[in-house]
C-alpha cells in the first residue's frame, strides 16, 4: 500500500497540495478491492466512473479551485443510501434492480467535500441484523478472521475499512449496525446523536432510531468525515439545526474535567473476561490521564432488547409496505393486485425482514397497539430518562460494544433471539438518541479485536471524540494478518 | 309505509383540497390536472430514504379555516400513519391526524327555511390525499399527480335532521373555503368531497341506529338525492325486519341509489402510530392571531352587513353573498351607482340568468360591475325606460358594449322631451278616432289602448310617467 | 400467544404470502419475542408519555415553492409494468 496505509487526512493535503494525484489513491482503493474483496464480499456494486471522478477532481486541484475536506478520497457507502443512477439495493432481492433517481442527503454531502464513492457496501437486509448474514448478496467475511462475521448490518462497511479497501465507510445504526461491526473489526465506528445527520435517501428501517455514522481508521478521521456529513437537512423534519462544531480542531485530551460513568448492569457476573477486561483497561488509561470514574446505574437496561424490537419493527412493517412492486423493485405478477403484492413481499423479502414485518404489524394491530406498541415506548422513555439522570452526574460512559469478539459464520444465524441479544449494550443508547462511538480496545485472546463504548449526552461529539483520542494514543493499533 | 314515524341522523366528512402551490408533504406542483405524473417528485412517489417535510402554507389554511368554522386550533397536533395497501397510496400508508387533530370542536350556523340551525363541527384535520387509478378491466393504470396533495377533512356531528340541512351544511362550508381562498370547493372535479354518514331512528328514541357512509357524491343536489334515497332504504330495511349492515355505499347518480361496495368486506385495521418522520405540529399563539387578523370578512358577516349597509333583504343578502365574487362585484356595482337595491335586482335575476343559460361564472361575466353600475345610473336618470333597459342588457351580455354605447348607436334613449311626446301622441289619437270618441263619452279602460299604441309607435321609447301625462292632457279633448 | 391462525392474519394484513413451515416457524418466533416481552409489560409506567423523537429537536416546515421535482422518465424509470406515462398493475378485484 501506498496510501491506504496513511490517514485520510494526510492523504487529501498531499492530493490537494499536488504532491499525489487522487487517480492514484482512487486506482489503488479499486485494485486492492479487486485482490481482496473476492473473499471479503464487503461491496456489493463498484462506481464504474470512478477514475474519471477523480480526474475531474485532479483537474480541478491543477486549475486553482478550492477543494473539500475529503477531495479525491475513496470512501465506500452501505447500499441501504440512494445513490443517483447507481444501483440501490438495501441488499434485498426486493430491490435488486433498483436505481434511484436521486442521492441521499449524505452523499450529496461527502461528494460535495471531494469524496470519490467507489462503491456500495454490503449489508444486512435492510439492516435488519447483526452479522451480515441476512444479506441477499451472501455473508462479509471478517478481515481478521474470513471464517468469521464482520457484524451487523453495516458488515461490509467495517471490513471494507479494516481491509484498507477505503479510508472510510458510511454505515447506518439502528440498534447498533455501526458500533458493533466496528468492534468486531477493530476499527472506530460512530453513531451520532439521533438528528445530526440527515436521513434523506437513506432507505428506512426504523426512523425514529436511524443514524448514519463513519466508519475510519482513527479518530481525527472519523470525526472529519463526520463533519462533512452532519448538520441541518431542510428535507428530513427529524434533521436538528444545532450547529456543527469543528470537531477535528477541538480535540483535547485532556481529562482531568472528565467525570467518566460505568453503569452497573453492563459488567455484570456473565460479562465475558476477555470483554471486560479490555474495557477495564480502557478505564484505567483515561483515570491515568486525570479522569474520574462513579459507578452508575442504567435499571432498565434489561428491558433495551425487547423495547427496541417491538418499537423498530412497528415502525419498520410501516416503512417496509412501500416496497409492493408497483413503482419500482422487482414484481411476481399476477392477475389481482393483493396477490401480487403478497407474492411479491412474499418472495422479495428475505426471512428475518418477514419476521420483523409480522412483529412490527402485530405489535401496531388492533387490540395490541396499548399492551405493546405504546408500552414500549413509554419504557423508552423511561430509559431515556435514566440516561438524563446519569449524564447530570457524569460526562460520558465507559463499556463494552460486544458481548463476544467476532462469532463464526453460521454460529448463531440459528438462534434469532440470542442474536438479538448481541446488541444488549447498544440498543438503549439509539433508543435514547445519544451519541455512541466504537474505538479499537485491544485483542482478545484470540487475537481478534475488541471495541471499547464511549456514550455522551445529546450533542456531545466532542466529548466522545476526546475521550477517543485519548484512547487511541495510549492503546497500541492493530491491524489485520495480510491487511 | 311509515317513514314520517322515523327521523333521520346525518353526519358529513366534508374532504378539502387546499389551493396551495406544492403539496403538503413534497415539494412538487399540486397543480390540478397535468401530463401523467407530471407533477410527481421522489416523495410523493413514496421511493426508497424518501422524508414527508410540511408545507408551510398548509398549516396557515388549515388554521384560517379552523378559525373560520370556529373551532379551537390546538397548539400541539401530531400527525398519525393510517396504513393500508392499495396502488394509488404510494407509501403503504397516507399520512393523517388521529388522535390529536389540528382543530376541534367548532360549528357552523346554517339557514333552513329561513330557520337558523347550529351544526356542530367534531374535528379538522390536516392529512395527505392519494393518487389516482382509473380501470381498464383486466388491469389498471396509477397517476401520482394526486398524490400527497393537502386535504383538510372537517368532520360534523351528526347534527343534520334533513337531506336539505345537509345540502345547506355543505353549501356553507364550501362558501366559507371559497372566501378564505384556500380551496375551489369543486364537487364535480373533486377538490371537495363529501362523503355522508346516513342513519335512521323512530322518533323519540334517543340511541342511534346503525349507519353507513356514502361516498361517490359530486354535486349538491345528489347530497339531497343520495342521503333521501339512503334515508327510505334504511327504513325498509328496518321495516321488512332486517338489520342495517354498517358498511360504505357508492351512490349512482344514474340510477339514483346507492350500492354496497363489495370489496371492502374485510374491516381495515388501519393500525395507527405516531408518524415518527414528522415532529408534532406546533402552532403558536401569535401565528393564530396573524390568521384571525388575516381572515377576511366571511359569508354570514357579510350577508349581514348588507341588510344593515344597504338595507338588502335578508334573502337576496344570503344570495349576493355565497359566492365571494358575486358580493364582491354587487359591492362595486353599488359604489358606482349608489342604488344598492336596483344593483341587487339586476344581479339576481337578469344576470344571474343570463351567466346560467352561457354556463359562465361571475368572473368571466361580460357585463363587468361598472357596465351594469352605468346601466343602473342610465336608468335612474331615466335616459332609459326600466323595459328598454333589459334589451339593452341583453344587448351588454351578447356584446360587451357598455349601455351607454348601445343606447346611442341603436337610438335607444328614452324620448322625455314632452313636445316630442305631443306629437307621437297627437299621431295615434289622429289615427283612432273612434276610440278617441270612445273613450271621451267615458270608457276609461281604452287608456290603456292608447299606452300601447303611443308606445309602439315611440318604439317603446317613451318615458312612461311622460307619456301617461301628455296622454291624459291631449285625450281630454 | 400467537397461534397460526393469527400468524395468517397478520401476513394478510401486511401482504406477506408466506409458506406453511413459515407460518409454523413464525408462529414460534413471535409466540418467543412477545415471552420476553412480558417483563416490559410489568414496568409502571403510570404517567410516562409515550416518546416518539428521542432527541430534542425544532419543529420545521418548508416554504410553499416547487422544487426537486422528478421527470417522468425519471420517475418511471424503474416501474415493473407501465403504459405510457402510467404504471400499470392488475386491478383490484371487486373495483
Not at chain 1, 497540495?17 to 456489493?44: C, G, H, M, P, W
Not at chain 1, 483537474?59 to 470512501?75: D, H, V
Not at chain 2, 360591475?369 to 333597459?389: C, F, H, P, R, Y
Request: hydrophobic fraction near 35%; include cysteine; aromatic fraction near 8%.
Amino acid at each position: 500500500m501506498k496510501f491506504l496505509n496513511k490517514s485520510l487526512l494526510e492523504v487529501r493535503n498531499d492530493i490537494v497540495s499536488k504532491k499525489i494525484k487522487a487517480v492514484d489513491v482512487v486506482q489503488e482503493s479499486l485494485s486492492r478491492i479487486n485482490t481482496l474483496d473476492k473473499e471479503l464480499n464487503s461491496f456489493v456494486a463498484l462506481n464504474d466512473k470512478a477514475l474519471e471522478q477523480a480526474e475531474a477532481v485532479d483537474k480541478k486541484i491543477q486549475a486553482g479551485e478550492n477543494q473539500g475536506p475529503l477531495a479525491g478520497i475513496p470512501i465506500a457507502v452501505k447500499d441501504m443510501f440512494c445513490t443517483k443512477d447507481l444501483r440501490t439495493t438495501a441488499c434485498s432481492n426486493i430491490l435488486k434492480n433498483f436505481v434511484p433517481p436521486y442521492s441521499a442527503t449524505v452523499v450529496k454531502r461527502l461528494e460535495a467535500a471531494g469524496a470519490i464513492i467507489v462503491g456500495k457496501t454490503n449489508c444486512d437486509e435492510f439492516a435488519m441484523g447483526s452479522s451480515n448474514e441476512n444479506s441477499a448478496f451472501g455473508v462479509v467475511k471478517n478481515p481478521w478472521d474470513r471464517a468469521r462475521v464482520a457484524g451487523g448490518s453495516s458488515g461490509g462497511s467495517a471490513s471494507a475499512v479494516a481491509a484498507r479497501l477505503a479510508f472510510g465507510s458510511m454505515g447506518t445504526d439502528t440498534g447498533g449496525s455501526i458500533r458493533q461491526p466496528a468492534s468486531l473489526c477493530g476499527i472506530y465506528g460512530i453513531k451520532p446523536t439521533y438528528g445530526r445527520v440527515s436521513r434523506y435517501g437513506i432507505i428506512a428501517y426504523a426512523s425514529s432510531l436511524d443514524q448514519a455514522g463513519p466508519f475510519a481508521g482513527s479518530t481525527k478521521e472519523a470525526s472529519e468525515i463526520l463533519k462533512v456529513i452532519a448538520g441541518y437537512d431542510e428535507k428530513d423534519s427529524t434533521s436538528s439545526a444545532e450547529a456543527v462544531p469543528d470537531w477535528t480542531q477541538n480535540i483535547s485530551t485532556d481529562m482531568s474535567k472528565m467525570t467518566i460513568g460505568i453503569p452497573k448492569e453492563y459488567f455484570g457476573d456473565d460479562l465475558n473476561p476477555e470483554i471486560k477486561k479490555i474495557a477495564m483497561n480502557a478505564i484505567e488509561i483515561l483515570k491515568s490521564k486525570g479522569a474520574k470514574t462513579k459507578e452508575i446505574s442504567l435499571p432498565h437496561t434489561k428491558f433495551a432488547i425487547p423495547v427496541y424490537y417491538l418499537v423498530a419493527t412497528s415502525e419498520a412493517s410501516s416503512n417496509l409496505a412501500r416496497y409492493d412492486g408497483v413503482r419500482y423493485g422487482v414484481r411476481i405478477p399476477s392477475s389481482d393486485i393483493n396477490d401480487m403484492y403478497a407474492k411479491t413481499r412474499g418472495q422479495g423479502f428475505g426471512t428475518e425482514v418477514k419476521k420483523r414485518i409480522m412483529l412490527g404489524t402485530f405489535a401496531l394491530s388492533s387490540g395490541y397497539y396499548d399492551a405493546y406498541y405504546k408500552k414500549a415506548s413509554q419504557v423508552r422513555h423511561i430509559i431515556l430518562k435514566d440516561f438524563a439522570k446519569v449524564f447530570s452526574e457524569v460526562d460520558a460512559i465507559v463499556c463494552p460494544v460486544t458481548t463476544s469478539t467476532a462469532f463464526k459464520i453460521g454460529e448463531k444465524i440459528k438462534d434469532t433471539i440470542s442474536m438479538y441479544y448481541n446488541d444488549i449494550f447498544t440498543t438503549s443508547v439509539n433508543l435514547a438518541g445519544l451519541p455512541g462511538m466504537s474505538v479499537p480496545g485491544g485483542l482478545a485472546s484470540n487475537g481478534l479485536p475488541v471495541g471499547v463504548q464511549i456514550i455522551a449526552p445529546h450533542f456531545k461529539e466532542q466529548t466522545i471524540f476526546n475521550i477517543s483520542q485519548t484512547l487511541e494514543d495510549n492503546i497500541e493499533k492493530k491491524v489485520p494478518h495480510g491487511i | 309505509m311509515a317513514y314520517s314515524d322515523y327521523e333521520s341522523v346525518i353526519g358529513l366528512e366534508i374532504h378539502a383540497q387546499f389551493l396551495t402551490d406544492t403539496k403538503i408533504f413534497s415539494s412538487s406542483s399540486a397543480k390540478f390536472g397535468g401530463g401523467d405524473n407530471e407533477h410527481v417528485d421522489a416523495v410523493c412517489m413514496g421511493m426508497p430514504g424518501t422524508l414527508p417535510v410540511l408545507n408551510k402554507k398548509a398549516i396557515e389554511f388549515a388554521i384560517k379555516t379552523g378559525l373560520a368554522l370556529n373551532c379551537e386550533v390546538k397548539k400541539k397536533s401530531v400527525f398519525s400513519r393510517k396504513n393500508y395497501f392499495y396502488p394509488d397510496l404510494p407509501k403503504g400508508y397516507q399520512i393523517s391526524q388521529y388522535d390529536q387533530p389540528v382543530c376541534e370542536k367548532g360549528f357552523l350556523d346554517v339557514t333552513i327555511n329561513g330557520q337558523k340551525k347550529r351544526i356542530g363541527i367534531t374535528r379538522a384535520h390536516l392529512e395527505e390525499d392519494a393518487g389516482k387509478s382509473t380501470h381498464h378491466g383486466d388491469y389498471s393504470l396509477v397517476n401520482y399527480n394526486r398524490s400527497s396533495v393537502p386535504l383538510l377533512e372537517i368532520v360534523s356531528e351528526p347534527d343534520m335532521r334533513s337531506p336539505q340541512e345537509a345540502a345547506e351544511y355543505a353549501r356553507a362550508v364550501r362558501s366559507i373555503l371559497r372566501y378564505l381562498g384556500v380551496c375551489d370547493g369543486n364537487l364535480e372535479e373533486g377538490s371537495m368531497r363529501c362523503d355522508c354518514n346516513v342513519s335512521v331512528r323512530k322518533k323519540g328514541e334517543k340511541k342511534f341506529g346503525t349507519r353507513t357512509e356514502l361516498k361517490n357524491i359530486n354535486s349538491f343536489r345528489f347530497i339531497e338525492k343520495a342521503i333521501q334515497y339512503e334515508i327510505e332504504r334504511q327504513i325498509d330495511v328496518i321495516e321488512s325486519g332486517q338489520e342495517i349492515v354498517q358498511e360504505t355505499r357508492l351512490y349512482d347518480s344514474t340510477k339514483n341509489k346507492t350500492f354496497s361496495m363489495r370489496s371492502k368486506e374485510e374491516a381495515h385495521d388501519y393500525r395507527y402510530f405516531p408518524d415518527p418522520d414528522l415532529l408534532p405540529l406546533i402552532i403558536s399563539d401569535k401565528e393564530i392571531d396573524l390568521a384571525k387578523s388575516s381572515l377576511p370578512e366571511l359569508p354570514q358577516q357579510r350577508a349581514q352587513r348588507f341588510q344593515t349597509q344597504y338595507g338588502l333583504p335578508e334573502y337576496d343578502s344570503e344570495i349576493l353573498t355565497v359566492e365571494k365574487e358575486m358580493a364582491d362585484y354587487f359591492e362595486s356595482v353599488v359604489k358606482e351607482c349608489g342604488n344598492a337595491k336596483s344593483a341587487s335586482n339586476w344581479i339576481m335575476t337578469e344576470l344571474l340568468r343570463e351567466l346560467n343559460n352561457s354556463k359562465k361564472e361571475i368572473a368571466d361575466s361580460p357585463v363587468s360591475a361598472k357596465m351594469l353600475a352605468e346601466l343602473v345610473q342610465l336608468i335612474d336618470k331615466n335616459t332609459v325606460s326600466g323595459k328598454m333597459a333589459k334589451a339593452v342588457f341583453m344587448e351588454m351580455f351578447k356584446s360587451g358594449k357598455t349601455a351607454s354605447e348601445i343606447v346611442k348607436s341603436q337610438g335607444m334613449s328614452q324620448i322625455t322631451d314632452e313636445n316630442e311626446i305631443g306629437k307621437i301622441v297627437d299621431q295615434v289619437i289622429q289615427a283612432n278616432p273612434t276610440q278617441t270618441t270612445e273613450y271621451r263619452s267615458g270608457k276609461d279602460k281604452l287608456f290603456g289602448f292608447f299606452v300601447g299604441q303611443a308606445m309602439k309607435a315611440s318604439k317603446g321609447q317613451a318615458n312612461p310617467e311622460l307619456l301617461n301625462k301628455v296622454l291624459k292632457e291631449k285625450l281630454k279633448g | 400467544m400467537i397461534d397460526e391462525k393469527t400468524v395468517e392474519k397478520i401476513a394478510n394484513l401486511s401482504r406477506l404470502s408466506l409458506t406453511d413451515q413459515e407460518i409454523k416457524d413464525y408462529s414460534e418466533h413471535l409466540s418467543n419475542i412477545l415471552k420476553h416481552f412480558e417483563e416490559v409489560a410489568k414496568v409502571n409506567t403510570d404517567g410516562v408519555e409515550p416518546i416518539v423523537t428521542p432527541t430534542p429537536i425544532e419543529f420545521h416546515s418548508r416554504e410553499d415553492e416547487i422544487k426537486d421535482q422528478l421527470l417522468p422518465d425519471e420517475s418511471l424509470r424503474n416501474a415493473p409494468e407501465r403504459s405510457g406515462y402510467l404504471f400499470k398493475v392488475p386491478p383490484v378485484i371487486g373495483s
